[in-house]
Nanobody, 115 residues
Framework: QVQLVESGGGLVQPGGSLRLSCAAS????????MGWYRQASGKQRELVAA???????NYADSVRGRFTISRENAKNTAYLQMNSLKPEDTAVYYC?????????WGQGTQVTVSS
C-alpha cells in the first residue's frame, strides 16, 4: 500500500521559514518524480515545485528564489524548504509522486502565514 505523509506545516509570521517533509512508503521512491502542490481556500490546486528522478527542479514563478525542493532517496523523503514566507503562501500543501500514468497524493499539511 502506497502512503505519502506530509509534515512540517504550521503557523509562521511573514518573513519566516518552514520545512515541509514528505515521507513515502510502498514505492521505490527513487523511480518517481515528485512535486509539491498547494491549494488555498477557494482556489484551485497549483504546482509549487517539482523534482525529477534525476534531481532536476522546477518552480512556480511565485515561489522561485524563496522555496527549494529536494529529495533524499535513501530515506524515501522529499522536502520543501520555504523561506521569506508571505501571507499569500497560506494554503494546504500536498506532496505528489508520479511515474507514467500512476500518481499518488498525500493528505496535506496546513501552512498559515500570518502575524
Amino acid at each position: 500500500q502506497v502512503q505519502l505523509v506530509e509534515s512540517g506545516g504550521g503557523l509562521v509570521q511573514p518573513g519566516g521559514s518552514l520545512r515541509l517533509s514528505c515521507a513515502a512508503s510502498g514505492i521505490i521512491f527513487s523511480m518517481y518524480g515528485m512535486g509539491w502542490y498547494r491549494q488555498a481556500s477557494g482556489k484551485q490546486r497549483e504546482l509549487v515545485a517539482a523534482i525529477t528522478k534525476g534531481g532536476s527542479t522546477n518552480y512556480a514563478d511565485s515561489v522561485r528564489g524563496r522555496f527549494t525542493i529536494s529529495r533524499e532517496n535513501a530515506k524515501n523523503t522529499a522536502y520543501l524548504q520555504m523561506n521569506s514566507l508571505k501571507p499569500e503562501d497560506t494554503a494546504v500543501y500536498y506532496c505528489n509522486v508520479g511515474r507514467g500514468a500512476v500518481d499518488y497524493w498525500g493528505q496535506g499539511t496546513q501552512v498559515t502565514v500570518s502575524s
